[in-house]
């Protein structure tokens, strides 16, 4: 229940706050530019769609039908598409790992990136998915501002925490000024 909780607040109820505050900026726009008003409730409707898929995602057992399909590069790639900044995504990986694990790696990068497109400033991210042995290594960097840091807020402490309740680290290197990489180990587990 709490991870369905920060999985609404984190995503759809983020992305509808923002919908809200665009559509407002929009109607404020009518009267005196009607044309950048009419672009910006096209965007609040893409939006919308956004979060309406989220919300299917989310009811239908957490696990994105994309993921479930497709696995971790196509998930991640349709993710990566929703950032406010172009991402590059490279996924390596000879098998896919058990459903667990990839439902952690793909909720993992999830949060990451809507924390680049809230916070990072960046204008270019991107996404790495590798195995070594028996981890599987996540990497997410950005351009942006840097001054991410594990204590700096309950977003990346909780990731952290999440992470370490299924034998995961994370491990972010954020100078003040960028490039920020973080890195996320999980537990390597084989399908069944």
Known sequence: LRRIERDLHDGAQ????ALAMDLGLAKEKMTEDPEAAARMVEEAHGEVKTALQELRDLAR????????DRGLDAAL????????VPVSVEVDLPERPAPAIEGIAYFTVS??????????GATRAGVDVWRV????????TD????????????????????L????????????????TAIIAELPWRDRP
Do not use: Y
Not at 133 to 140: C, I, K, T
């Open 164 to 179: 370490d309740a299924v034998d995961g680290v994370l491990d972010v290197k954020s100078p003040a000024g960028g490039p």
């Open 143 to 162: 351009n942006g501002r840097g001054g991410a840091r594990l204590d700096g807020g309950t977003g990346l402490a909780g990731l952290a925490e999440r």
């Open 77 to 84: 790639s349709a993710v990566a598409s929703r950032c406010t």
């Open 111 to 120: 949060e990451l990136l809507q924390n680049v497109s809230k916070h990072s």
């Open 133 to 140: 042995e028996d981890r599987l290594l996540l990497q997410v």
């Open 61 to 68: 057992g957490i696990h994105p039908a994309v993921l479930t």
């Open 14 to 17: 983020a992305r509808l706050v």
